[in-house]
Nanobody, 115 residues
């Protein structure tokens, strides 16, 4: 079992920046992938950024060039640097851990971007 805790959300004006963090604890395997997802009210959860087990990153088209995902394997942490935020980025952001046993999710952190 893997536990995930996100932090760093908040209220920011359009054009501003936020940095989300996620720390994983528990039965963490050497090879795993992590990702950031978001869910806006009335919408399905969607992938924002993924970090593969090899460290490669993939981004949703809507955030390319604005968001940067990174990880610190030694600390079992992942980060999401969000720049040039837009009101449509408003959502609850979730961290996801994946290994060969399955997936684990954090509780989410709210990001609200005002216009």
């Amino acid at each position: 079992q893997v536990q995930l805790v996100e932090s760093g959300g908040g209220l920011v004006q359009s054009g501003g920046s936020l940095r989300l963090s996620c720390v994983a604890s528990g039965s963490i395997f050497r090879i795993y992938a992590m990702g950031w997802y978001r869910q806006a009210p009335g919408k399905q959860r969607e992938l924002v950024a993924a970090i593969t087990s090899g460290g490669s990153t993939n981004y949703a088209d809507s955030v390319k060039g604005r968001f940067t995902a990174s990880r610190d394997v030694s600390k079992n942490m992942v980060y999401l640097q969000m720049n040039s935020l837009k009101p449509e980025d408003t959502a609850v952001y979730f961290c996801k851990y994946s290994d060969y046993l399955g997936d684990s999710w954090g509780q989410g952190t709210q990001v609200t971007v005002s216009s």
